[in-house]
């Protein structure tokens, strides 16, 4: 009953700039947290970027100065700048989102989207 897409994936070369979206839908009461992933072939998935419940932002290290996260929660949308990009960044990147579906109990659900490829090559 909860949807997020993802877009703004593509191929880009070293140095180049993407821009990931994601918008969530459905039966949505509140979001508590909403945030990026990605998997690399033959590694573990890991967090990129997010957007904690008190409204605070946290970034992996190897990420820090050159991606940004924003969002805007009238459109329940979260969004991935990405700069200076690196072949490792290649990898599928994954929405998540932490959602109360109804104000009574108070239970929030992890979701995630369906994934968008980002391949950084020569």
């Known amino acids: 009953q909860v949807q997020l897409v993802e877009s703004g994936g593509g191929l880009v070369q070293p140095g180049g700039s993407l821009r990931l979206s994601c918008k969530a839908s459905?039966?949505?009461?509140?979001?508590?947290?909403m945030g990026w992933y990605r998997q690399a072939p033959g590694k573990e998935r890991e967090l990129v970027a997010l957007f904690t419940s008190d409204d605070n932002t946290n970034y992996m290290d190897s990420v820090k100065g050159r991606f940004t996260i924003s969002r805007d929660n009238a459109k329940n949308t979260v969004y991935l700048q990405m700069n200076s990009l690196k072949p490792e960044d290649t990898a599928v990147y994954y929405c998540?989102?932490?959602?109360?579906?109804?104000?009574?109990?108070?239970?929030?659900?992890?979701?995630w989207g369906q994934g968008t490829q980002v391949t950084v090559s020569s």
């Open positions: 998540n989102a932490d959602v109360r579906r109804t104000p009574w109990p108070i239970v929030y659900v992890p979701y």
């Open positions: 459905g039966s949505i009461f509140s979001i508590k947290t």
